[in-house]
């Protein structure tokens, strides 16, 4: 483990290593063996709330991890319908769910038990889907969120081996009838697996050679990015006098658009080329003194969200708030602040446009990051810029390549 580190130290009194726990064998398994690394760990078990017995489960579970010496806290959504899309809506929700638990216990990393069959399986899939070279390194060992660390320990130990293991410790775990779903694609990759096990290894071999090279590339991207560019506390980047090349371009996009994935190489390209002003993703690319610029497209951002401490609005500013203070909505400053530019900071209004402010009853009452508050109390309010996901990535790749059991 300490490779995939640095870790919390484990003492009483620090933060948590959290866990997502499905109660399946993959993370059950992955329950014991942190419970052999380190006492201080905090389980959490989603229950999706679509199936009849889910809720006996997350308790079940729960009661396999407190022999495990292992606290758990069961998070259940309500909001999920069944239907179209359903297990991309649950994982999706799921995640949410994980990571918003994760900052409300202070904890900054988060195991899951992916394993190696899984990112055989994830390979397999992009493979079939035309996946770029990218892709098909797989499931990263860590993937740093803003506020979370996704650390996938099990990649280089198969499923079969997790199950063994957890049989030698007489350890019963639980099994989700979803996953013997063949309409399922990954089911059906798995099932092929079983009969023909050389195209999981070939996986196994892809992923570990894929993702020695991403890193590379992600190492070389990352350096380029920080000399020639820069992302602002206002959500928005110079990114230099002349364009970064599309795949830089593409890193930027993400964060000011405060989107998980990039906007596809072939768009970015088309922009890099056209050398213009333009729109993408809902991020416009503009011209500013020598500077080409990256700014939010205002017509694209979320409406109004409660003011209140740690609301995230647009999927990029985190709201902390000082205690006592409410009332109103952030949403977009908009235009026609009637300012002179030195109260802008200098900044071009269709920038200052963007950035997010404090609404009550209709009227804007302030913008913090200009500075623009006639109440005194309200300058204490904080608008941070925290994309979903940093602009390098920061992901790590283990080159590790499983023995079959
Ligand atoms: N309902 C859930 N609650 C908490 N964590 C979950 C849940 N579902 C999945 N996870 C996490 O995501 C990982 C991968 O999910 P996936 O759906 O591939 O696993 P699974 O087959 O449902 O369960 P397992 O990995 O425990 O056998 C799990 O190992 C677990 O860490």
């Not at 640095?6 to 959290?18: C, F, L, N």
């Not at 997350?58 to 010496?69: F, G, I, P, V, W």
């Not at 804007?364 to 005194?376: E, W």
């Amino acid at each position: 483990m300490e490779r995939l580190g640095p870790w919390v130290p484990d003492r009483a009194g620090m933060s948590p290593v959290a866990l997502a726990v499905s109660g399946g064998g993959d993370s059950l398994c992955l329950a014991w063996l942190a419970s052999l690394w380190r006492k201080n760990l905090l389980a959490l078990i989603v229950d999706h709330g679509l199936r009849k017995d889910s809720a006996e489960e997350a308790r079940l579970t729960a009661r396999r991890l407190q022999a495990l010496h292992i606290p758990s806290r069961i998070i259940t959504l309500t909001h999920l319908s069944k239907g179209s899309g359903i297990a991309e809506r649950a994982r999706s929700a799921r995640y949410v769910a994980l990571r918003q638990a994760c900052y409300e216990a202070g904890c900054t990393d988060l195991l899951l038990g992916h394993q190696a069959d899984d990112q055989a399986e994830t390979v397999a899939m992009r493979q079939r889907a035309g996946s770029g070279c990218d892709g098909l390194a797989g499931m990263a060992s860590v993937t740093a969120l803003p506020e979370v660390r996704l650390v996938r320990p099990l990649l280089g130990f198969s499923r079969d081996a997790l199950r063994q293991t957890l049989r030698e410790q007489q350890i019963e775990w639980v099994d989700d009838p979803s996953n013997e779903d063949l309409t399922a694609e990954r089911v059906r990759v798995r099932t092929a697996f079983r009969r023909d096990s050389t195209s999981r290894t070939a996986g196994w071999v892809q992923a570990a050679q894929q993702g020695s090279l991403r890193m590379v590339r992600e190492t070389e991207r990352i350096a380029a990015l920080a000399q020639q560019s820069a992302l602002l506390p206002y959500g928005w980047a110079i990114a230099g006098e002349t364009l970064p090349q599309p795949e830089n371009l593409s890193l930027l996009i993400r964060a000011v658009g405060g989107l998980i994935y990039p906007p596809s190489v072939a768009a970015v390209e088309q922009l890099y080329l056209r050398h213009c002003e333009a729109t993408l993703a809902g991020v416009q690319l503009v011209r500013h003194k020598t500077q080409w610029f990256l700014i939010r497209e205002a017509a694209a951002q979320q409406g109004p969200v409660a003011l209140a401490d740690r609301a995230v609005w647009d999927n990029r500013f985190r709201v902390s708030l000082p205690a006592g203070l409410d009332g109103g909505e952030i949403t977009v400053a908009a235009a026609g602040f009637g300012l002179a530019r030195e109260q802008r900071c200098g900044w071009p209004a269709r920038f200052c446009a963007t950035l997010p402010a404090l609404w009550r009853g209709g009227q804007r009452i302030a913008v913090p990051h200009i500075g623009l508050c006639d109440d005194p109390v309200l300058q204490n309010i904080r608008l941070i810029f925290a994309p979903p996901v940093p602009a390098g990535g920061r992901t790590v790749y283990d080159p590790v390549c499983p023995v079959s059991p």
